[in-house]
C-alpha cells in the first residue's frame, strides 16, 4: 500500500488542480476544432452526394466514379442501366455514379 501511495504521489502534476484542467478545455477545443475543419465538411458532402443520387432521372446525362460517361436508361433500387454508345448498355451500381455531367462539364471550363 505504501509502494501504490508514492507512486501516485509522483503521478500527481506539479500545478495541482489548475493544470489538469487546462489540459481538458485543450483536448475539447482539439475536438471542436477537429470536429468544424474535418468531421462535419465531410459529413455535409456525403449527405449532398446522396441527395444527388436519389434525385436521377432517366436520360440525364452522368459520369461514373470510373470516368465512363453515359445516359441513364433506367432506374432501378441499387442498380442503374448506362447506355454509353449507340445501343451499348451497361448495369452499374448507383453508388458508383460520381456526378452529373453538366456539372462535370461546368467546372472545367471554370478552370
Known sequence: MNLMTAFLMQAAPAGGAMGGSMMWIFL??????????????QNKKQKEIANF??????NQKVIT????HGVIKEINDTD???????????RIDKNSI???AADANSSQAAK
Open 65 to 68: 466514379a470510373g470516368g465512363i
Open 28 to 41: 475539447i477545443a482539439m475536438f471542436v476544432i477537429m470536429y468544424f475543419f474535418m468531421i462535419r465538411p
Open 80 to 90: 442503374v442501366i448506362l447506355e454509353i454508345a449507340s445501343n451499348v448498355r451497361i
Open 53 to 58: 443520387r436519389k434525385s436521377l432521372q432517366v
Open 98 to 100: 460520381f456526378a452529373a
